[in-house]
């Protein structure tokens, strides 16, 4: 999985760069066939902090979770509960998909 954090409007630091890999990594590490994630922190009139996450992964999986509020860190923590929903509301639906006959069914099936 490949992490890229971004910010606009702001400068980088090692704190929000380490806590926001340190959340996706831990959020997303049931979905292995995550490929890419796109964090990109901003600062919106040195008020509202951003935290936008961009998930890309196989079979044209996409999602992307963007929060808003006073604290940075609470944004970025947000905004990745929110992709996590998104990526597992999109595992779930496939799965679901996917139904499996048992020998009981089957056998009132042929019947």
């Known amino acids: 999985m490949n992490i890229t954090v971004t910010c606009r ?4 630091t ?9 959340r996706v990594k831990e959020s997303l590490a049931e979905f292995p066939r995550v ?18 996450v961009v998930v890309r992964a196989k079979n044209h999986v996409h999602a992307e979770g963007t929060h808003t ?4 860190y609470a944004s970025i923590d947000e905004a990745i509960v929110k992709v996590h929903r998104q990526l597992r509301r999109s595992r779930d ?3 679901d998909h996917k139904h499996s006959i048992g020998l009981g069914e089957a056998e009132a099936q042929l019947a």
């Open 93 to 95: 639906r496939v799965q």
């Open 69 to 72: 509020s006073k604290d940075m």
């Open 9 to 12: 409007h702001m400068d980088m």
């Open 14 to 22: 090692e704190a929000l760069r380490e806590h926001a890999t340190a």
């Open 35 to 52: 490929e890419d994630v796109h964090v990109i922190l901003e600062v919106q009139r040195k008020i509202n902090h951003v935290a936008e």
